[in-house]
């Protein structure tokens, strides 16, 4: 006994010798009233020093789970953890079917996986190696010397005021007329989608929607008991005569679209189709939740408006933003700007299933965002990605035997092959080659696809990145001879 006792260095060794015992204790290796050695004994057993033992003793004794006899030593107590024997189970049975679905519509357990080495296309995180911690760090002590303590205790529902306020001029900037909006921080664009789409009346279940479209926006639809409707796409954005065919004959509760920067397609739909596309919904009455993640990744071409821009004074654009693309996606900090009457349901909706965004992360957001951190750095992704983008497309042009080629920006290309060829038959040599990207087919409202594929480029070196086309290009051949 006591001879596995192996100290880390990073902790107060106290604490160990501690939770060491603990263990023994709650484990029943040390029984009730047994005897423990003594604090020098102990030292020498553990080879830590007799004031360590001592502390680590006191804190047992203060938790209740040892107790001292004067003149005689310490000993276990009576414990009152009782395990019973092997009552067990089987949560297979006690789950129920969104959780079932949740499960088997999660890539990240059934998607393609790749292993260490491997030259990966399927990412469209940002490249960490841009962040610029030391700005980070500095928001930090900047934000936590200014108010103390209070940050850590609770926040407000609706978000962090200082954030709130300096994302509505965000947005104002944009072209956004505020009058009658507000806003609310949520947990990224995921979290925003998900109480939106909970908030919403199921008159009927279809969502109306652009195809392909984003893969967890689909799986939020469809856990929320909606099925998505896409919606064909063109080089300047969701397909209009189809769309208004579509509005003409079904009833749609709302529609899901990505204006910018599309994903997959990289697509961005053109200023003349944005008013088009709002006139449409405006007609049928039907609302429409913008994912504006990506607006900021744009390496040519002029500025374009959100849709909730173009919509004026009108209410019917709710409209999210995300942080993870163009920042830091691990802080979890996106936002919903709608109308007010919308944003105080939301706002409930928040309180009752995570009280609020964790308000250390939204102020340290805000004091980076203050310093004029963010200009600075998103001057020096764009000039990177848009490095890189340029690569992946002459190295696509170059290598791939393509039908169609999209993206105007953002982090991702979209390759559509032609017809006869199976991106996963493709994916299925290239793994073996050591070279993986996301099949498109995992996009689609409809199974189609089969023939598209994503590359997401942000993650991959220059030199991966020549290569691992170059041999995705020899498997689309090689599959092109094969059929
Ligand atoms: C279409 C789309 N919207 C939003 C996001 C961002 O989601 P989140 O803010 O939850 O990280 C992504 C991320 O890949 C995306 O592809």
Redesign the pocket.
């Known amino acids: 006994m006591f001879t596995d006792f192996r100290p880390v260095d990073d902790r107060p060794v106290y604490i160990q010798v501690k939770e060491y015992l603990k263990r023994m204790i709650t484990k029943g290796i040390l029984q009730a009233d047994q005897k423990l050695p003594s604090t020098r004994e102990l030292s020498t057993l553990l080879h830590v020093s007799r004031n360590t033992v001592i502390t680590a003793y006191a804190d047992l004794e203060e938790e209740g789970l040892i107790y001292t006899v004067k003149g005689k030593g310490s000993f276990v107590s009576r414990s009152k953890i009782v395990t019973t024997s092997s009552y067990r189970l089987d949560w297979r049975q006690k789950i129920n079917d969104k959780a079932r679905m949740a499960e088997e519509m999660d890539l990240m357990k059934h998607g393609i996986r790749w292993e260490k080495g491997m030259i990966s296309f399927t990412s ?2 940002p490249d960490e190696k841009l962040f610029d911690l030391s700005n980070f760090k500095r928001a930090f002590l900047d934000r936590i010397s200014i108010e103390g303590e209070i940050l850590l205790n609770y926040g407000y529902a609706k978000g962090y005021k200082p954030l709130m306020e300096y994302l509505l001029r965000y947005m104002e900037n944009k072209g956004v007329d505020l009058t009658g909006k507000d806003i609310l921080i949520t ?5 925003g989608f998900d109480m939106i789409v909970s908030a919403l009346s199921r008159e009927n279940a279809s969502v109306i929607c652009e195809n392909p479209t ?1 893969h ?2 689909m799986k939020i639809l469809r856990l929320n008991g909606f099925e998505p409707v896409g919606i064909e796409m063109e080089q300047d954005g969701i397909h209009l005569e189809k769309l208004r065919r579509a509005l003409s004959e079904q009833l749609f509760c709302f529609a899901y679209l ?1 204006p910018s920067y ?2 997959p397609t990289g697509i961005v739909m053109s200023p003349e189709k944005r008013m088009a596309v709002l006139n449409l919904f405006a007609k049928y009455q039907v609302p429409i939740i913008e ?1 504006g ?2 607006e900021e990744l744009r390496y040519s071409g002029s500025h374009v408006a959100p849709l909730i821009a173009c919509a004026g004074k009108g209410n019917s654009v709710i409209y ?1 933003g ?4 163009i920042l830091f ?1 691990g802080i ?1 900090v ?1 936002w919903i700007l709608a109308d007010k009457d919308l944003i105080d349901y939301l706002e409930s909706i928040k309180r009752a299933r995570t009280i609020h965004t964790s308000t250390l992360d939204q102020a340290v957001l805000y004091q980076y965002l203050h310093n004029g951190n963010f200009e600075k750095y998103l001057k020096k992704a764009r000039s990177v990605y848009k490095r890189k983008y340029e690569l992946a497309v002459r190295c696509c042009k170059e290598f791939i035997p393509l039908k169609r080629m999209t993206g105007d920006g953002g982090l991702h290309l979209f390759i559509e092959l032609e017809e006869n060829i199976h991106a996963r038959e493709v994916l299925k040599d290239c793994y073996s080659k050591g070279v993986v990207f996301t099949p498109g087919d995992i996009f689609f409202t409809d199974q189609g696809g089969h023939h598209t594929l994503r590359l997401g480029f942000s993650r991959v070196s220059d030199e991966e990145m020549v290569k691992g086309i170059k041999l995705i290009g020899e498997s689309v051949k090689k599959c092109m001879r094969e059929v």
């Not at 995300?322 to 693309?325: D, N, T």
């Open positions: 469209i995180a947990n990224g664009f995921t979290e984003h967890t926006a990505i599309h994903n994912d993640f990506n999210l995300s942080f993870s693309k996606p979890r996106g």
